[in-house]
């Protein structure tokens, strides 16, 4: 059977042009971003995506540090949001299609500020800690109502993408007890 063979060659041309004409692949690709405290931390928590849009998990990666210690935004952008919600201070990064979000903390920036990749944004916070009674940043990569891994902005996380929504809960390690934390349930508005 050698039609189908020859059709191949025949199309085969076709599709190289449309390969070459659409450029290299980098929609996929992750931005490179920097810690968001110096030096780099200890990561205390890792992401841990929730199995339903309203479900438990860990929104985000927290980063061990100190009340006081200046907060960098990973990528620069524009920033989106920053005062208090909820009891404690947050600020969001919009970086195109996707925004970083760090909490709790003193903003030093507003709404509307341009930043460049390290900008100091504010300062840490201890009301509000994912650590409680230590403090930490909570670090978190959203595109749109999806919540990210924020450490493969710094290559610290899984290489491979992974389905972050699922119908099962996600699996953790064995005898390894859920983690619960503060803002089980918490999720961004209207960010
Ligand atoms: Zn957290």
């Not at 903390?105 to 507003?110: D, E, G, H, K």
Request: charged share 15%; hydrophobic share 40%; proline share 12%.
């Amino acid at each position: 059977m050698r039609l189908p063979i020859l059709l191949v060659r025949a199309l085969l041309p076709g599709v190289l042009l449309v390969l070459l004409a659409a450029g290299p692949a980098t929609g996929d690709e992750d931005p490179v971003g920097v810690w968001p405290l110096r030096p780099q931390p200890d990561v205390i928590a890792h992401f841990d995506p929730p199995s339903s849009p309203y479900g438990p998990g860990h929104r985000g990666v927290d980063l061990a540090g100190r009340s006081g210690q200046r907060v960098h935004t990973a990528l620069g952008g524009t920033v989106t949001y920053a005062g208090p919600l909820a009891g404690r201070g947050v600020v969001v990064v919009s970086h195109g299609d996707t925004r970083t979000t760090y909490e709790p903390l003193s903003a030093s920036v507003s709404v509307g500020d341009t930043v460049d990749q390290g900008t100091v944004i504010g300062t840490l916070q201890l009301v509000g800690s994912h650590c409680a009674p230590r403090a930490c940043l909570h670090w978190g990569w959203l595109r749109g109502e999806t919540y990210l891994d924020p450490l493969r902005l710094v290559g610290a996380g899984p290489v491979r993408l992974l389905p972050l929504w699922r119908d099962e809960p996600v699996a953790r390690s064995p005898g390894r007890a859920p983690l619960r934390l503060p803002y089980d349930t918490w999720r961004p508005l209207a960010w």
